[in-house]
DNA sequence: ATGAGTGTATTATATATCTAGTACACTAGT
DNA sequence: ACTAGTGTACTAGATATATAATACACTCAT
């Protein structure tokens, strides 16, 4: 296994690794995504596992799969647009609540944030 | 079952929920925090799985233990103010992190991030 | 001493996740 | 037709998490 964490079902980094990667323009629309089985002897998992993160993916509309042929990102680049804001905002609503019920006002949390994007420039 | 998520172990979420509470000063350092049956039944888990989350909370020394009496918040602040402060550090790093692979400049991530904190107020 | 309320320990069961192995169907190039 | 590479489907086993039920040890008020 390799680049996964624990506490998060590989199912749910693999989806979320190609879309990152597409968001980011690594993979354009219509572009071929490796198959279950290459990406799973990339990454030592189970090729289940990658099979499972790709049907989410083909179910929300991200990646086309065509039997026998292998997994396309869609064209469809509203989708991907979508798609992303919709996790950033997960991400964003999640991490400010948790810092809310830690007691830190809004101030004190762009002031760290700040800080950590600096560190990690 | 109450409040809890479902892809986060309870276990997990019980610890940071009293974390919360006591640098929230909802609980005071020293004050006896409600014991594994009576947690659970007010929460509706498992005594089991809440005894599991305060022998993480006894083992990073935010809570002592007293067999027979009950569970008692440290009265050791520094304690609690370390474990808030990593826990907030934690939270920051995954959300930036997680924003920069989804390729967000830190500039963006730190007008969404605003603008979240204000639609929350 | 007794009893109520504690923490602790153990065993059993259920579910989700992950791995492993196998078999089958589809597509394209030869 | 054949073959290699695909997606799909299924069964089986391992592990972590959560529940359920039970028993035992400790503390304190009575």
Redesign the pocket.
């Given at each position: 296994?390799t680049d996964?964490d624990t506490?998060?079902?590989?199912?749910?980094?693999i989806a979320e690794d190609i879309l990152k990667k597409a968001v980011r323009g690594e993979i354009l629309p219509g572009d071929r995504?490796?198959?279950?089985?290459?990406y799973a002897s990339q990454k030592?998992?189970?090729?289940?596992?990658v099979?499972?993160a790709?049907?989410d993916l083909?179910r929300e509309g991200l990646v086309v799969?065509?039997?026998?042929?292998?997994?396309y990102l869609t064209t469809d680049t509203t989708r991907l647009e979508d798609a992303r804001f919709q996790l950033a905002q997960k991400t964003l609503i999640q991490c400010a609540k948790d810092l809310r019920e830690l007691g830190y006002t809004t101030k004190q949390i762009q002031q760290l944030l700040s800080q950590q994007l600096e560190v990690m420039k």
């Open positions: 296994m996964f506490n998060k079902p590989i199912y749910q980094q995504i490796p198959s279950a089985r290459e030592l998992v189970n090729p289940n596992t099979v499972r790709f049907q083909e799969v065509k039997r026998g042929l292998g997994n």
